[in-house]
């Protein structure tokens, strides 16, 4: 290919990508199997890497990476940013209203109500349509450079959609970063699964990973942006706010899911409680309603106070919270062997489910918030999902509400605990801790791990109780014998569990690095292993500078694997494994392809060498898709063992049915005997 073909594909790809982008990010409608889209980015960087003149700071590719920061620079704002006035009656909201009304000197005026996104608010700079420069709010005149971060966000364009007189000369734009609900509780998951330390809402997530000095952290961050205001432009004519959300969502900018258009304070009002109705069913939280008026011809003359704009305000929802009495403090153990004090509540009703139980985080958060034993507490929903004692109800205190005491010994193995100096965390160091091992064990059956089906936290419970495993490799010892014998487990599901560990021993190589729980390792790292190693020997062999290498591999996972496998237990445990077969190396990708194009699968029953996902996976590489139900459009039935009613309903459709190893020839696999 010479340069000229290169630089045309490139820009094909670029487009190309930038619209999958769009679609998965903002619209939430993908078109393509993440693999397909996988190939098409791959190919831009291949390019890019062959000829590198055609690599400019817009390409998708370049989301992530460069050098870790020293630290932030300042950005002087050209326009302040303001911050708004809170309201929390409808009196107060009432007083505003008749405030503009006033103001307003017969002129009418309209308002729009909009959630009121909890993230960080940020500016963002585009020249001729390109991202120039991202930025905190800071003091509202002065904020941080977060350029580098921003730039991984992937709802956020690089360069503005639209053609060149579209496109403002300048637009500064401004919004929120925040973090989506989901994202926010797998990351904590991960995190905790890492042994870091989770984060307490994703308000503190998306605050914590946009203050990251190296993007390519930021970029694992499940971060996402919403924009609703505008600070300096150029060549940009805009006189009403609902114009300026069209103008932005035209330009490919992430715009809020709704907004009410109000031409009255009743409308205002219902629109308000409208939107605390639907609160719930957005992927993002919100602390409350903004109202604004809508033309924007008439913000000088409505004019600011030294701190927020008198056109605008927000209508704060209360938290949803409940009192409860905290009965106990117990202490779990995690599987790095971090102990976690846990509330133990009186049961109380709060925002759609019983709470009887809420994090404490750690020792140190207890000790700050003064809560004891028989206090009266405020628990909230944290994140609407996870709930977390804020505060104790000191007037209700009767004296006789008990200190809680980190014990000094586990409370599981009783062996000694102890803490860092430079962590908040207390730790119980015994490698044989029960608790420790069966989190262990949980984590490396897991579904993102090595996904060993049925194997859940009752039966885990059960083997490490009874000594039969004390490790990972004690899994693939077990037998029939061994299984039959443990409550609420038949024959059939015995039988199940074992080939469901024995499948276990081919799963790609970056799920066994990501089991063996490497702290710091989540599964993206480990991909980023599988990429850069072939076999687990080789990454063992691995030297500090080889890994730190590595994009996306930074000082303290690098740090992190060396000590990993430094331990000779942890390197004999990786011994055990290989001794039963586990294979510990590269497997060749499934090429990705369209031979399924245009086909609807829909899956049944139980198969032998793999699991549905792992099937679904492969048919939406080949372009496929799958389906949970039958009907006359599904193109094939795929039956495993045990297949169900969707085997009938194929039957009386007339739906082609196959078997597994009919669909591996299909998928051109080749078929184990
Ligand atoms: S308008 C002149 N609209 O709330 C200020 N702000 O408490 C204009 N926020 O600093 C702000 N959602 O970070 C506006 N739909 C929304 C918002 C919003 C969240 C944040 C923003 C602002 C803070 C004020």
Redesign the pocket.
């Given at each position: 290919m010479n340069t000229q073909q290169a630089e045309k594909k490139v820009f094909q790809l670029r487009v190309e990508i930038e619209r999958h982008n769009h679609l998965y990010y903002i619209d939430a409608k993908p078109e393509i199997p993440d693999r397909e889209y996988d190939r098409l980015y791959d190919e831009l960087k291949e390019l890019e890497r062959q000829f590198p003149l055609l690599a400019t700071p817009e390409s998708p590719t370049m989301r992530v990476g460069g050098q870790p920061l020293e630290g932030f620079s300042q950005v002087k704002h050209s326009v302040p940013?303001?911050?708004?006035a809170?309201t929390y009656s409808t009196t107060e909201l009432d007083e505003f209203y008749q405030r503009l009304s006033k103001l307003s000197e017969g002129r009418t005026f309209s308002c729009c109500v909009?959630?009121?996104?909890d993230?960080?608010?940020v500016s963002l700079r585009y020249e001729k349509g390109l991202l120039v420069l991202g930025s905190t709010?800071g003091d509202g005149k002065t904020g941080d450079d977060i350029t580098a971060n921003i730039r991984t966000i992937k709802s956020i364009p690089l360069r503005l959609h639209g053609t060149a007189d579209e496109i403002p000369a300048v637009l500064e734009v401004?919004g929120?970063v925040f973090m989506t609900k989901a994202g926010f509780i797998r990351l904590n998951e991960q995190r905790i699964a890492t042994g870091d330390e989770a984060f307490a809402n994703p308000r503190n997530a998306a605050a914590g990973s946009l203050k990251l000095l190296d993007p390519n952290t930021v970029a694992g961050r499940p971060l996402d942006a919403i924009f609703?205001?505008l600070g300096e432009t150029q060549g940009l004519v805009i006189t009403t706010h609902e114009g300026l959300v069209q103008t932005l969502r035209k330009l490919g900018l992430k715009t809020?899911p709704r907004i009410w258009h109000c031409n009255d304070i009743q409308t205002i009002l219902s629109a308000i409680s409208e939107l605390q109705a639907l609160k719930q069913t957005f992927t993002f939280e919100i602390d409350g309603a903004?109202v604004?008026v809508n033309e924007r011809q008439l913000y000088d003359m409505f004019g600011s106070t030294a701190k927020?704009?008198r056109w605008?305000v927000?209508y704060k929802y209360e938290p949803e919270r409940a009192e409860t009495i905290l009965e106990a403090i117990t202490v779990q153990v995690g599987r790095t062997g971090v102990l976690t004090p846990v509330a133990e509540l009186r049961p109380v009703f709060l925002a759609g489910s019983t709470i009887s139980r809420a994090t404490l985080h750690n020792i140190s958060e207890i000790e700050r918030k003064d809560i004891r034993i028989g206090d009266t507490v405020i628990i909230e929903k944290a994140g609407e999902v996870i709930p977390a004692v804020i505060g104790v109800k000191m007037e209700l205190r009767s004296g006789r509400e008990k200190i809680f005491k980190m014990p000094a010994s586990c409370p599981v193995c009783a062996e000694a605990v102890s803490k860092a100096e430079d962590e908040a965390a207390w730790r119980c160091e015994n490698l044989q801790c029960p608790a420790q091992i069966k989190r262990w064990i949980q984590y490396y059956a897991a579904r993102g791990a090595m996904d060993i089906d049925g194997l859940g936290e009752a039966i885990v419970e059960q083997l490490v109780d009874k000594g039969l495993v004390k490790d990972p490799s004690d899994l693939y010892k077990l037998t029939l014998f061994d299984l039959v014998a443990l409550e609420r487990m038949g024959e059939k599901s015995a039988v199940n569990m074992l080939s469901a560990i024995a499948a276990s021993k081919s799963r790609e190589l970056w799920r066994a690095i990501f089991a063996l729980g490497i702290r710091h390792i989540g599964t993206r790292s480990a991909q980023t292993l599988e990429d850069n190693f072939e076999t687990i020997d080789d990454l063992m062999q691995a030297t500090t500078e080889q890994l730190t290498g590595i994009r996306d591999i930074g000082t303290i996972v690098s740090a992190s694997i060396t000590a990993f496998f430094s331990h000779t237990q942890n390197r004999n445990l990786i011994e055990r494994l290989k001794a039963h077969g586990l294979q510990f190396r590269r497997t060749a990708r499934p090429a990705s392809g369209t031979s399924m194009k245009g086909m609807t699968f829909v899956l049944t029953g139980t198969l032998a060498s793999m699991t549905r996902d792992q099937a679904g996976e492969i048919i939406r590489s080949l372009g496929g898709s799958t389906s949970s139900s039958v009907s006359a459009k599904t193109s094939f039935v795929l039956a495993g063992e045990e297949a169900g009613s969707k085997l009938d309903k194929a039957r009386k459709l007339g739906v082609k049915i196959i078997s597994e190893p009919e669909f591996l020839v299909m998928a051109g696999r080749s078929v184990k005997p």
């Open positions: 940013m303001m911050s708004l809170n909009e959630p009121k996104i993230g960080l608010a709010r401004r929120e609703y205001g809020a903004v604004k927020s704009p605008a927000a």
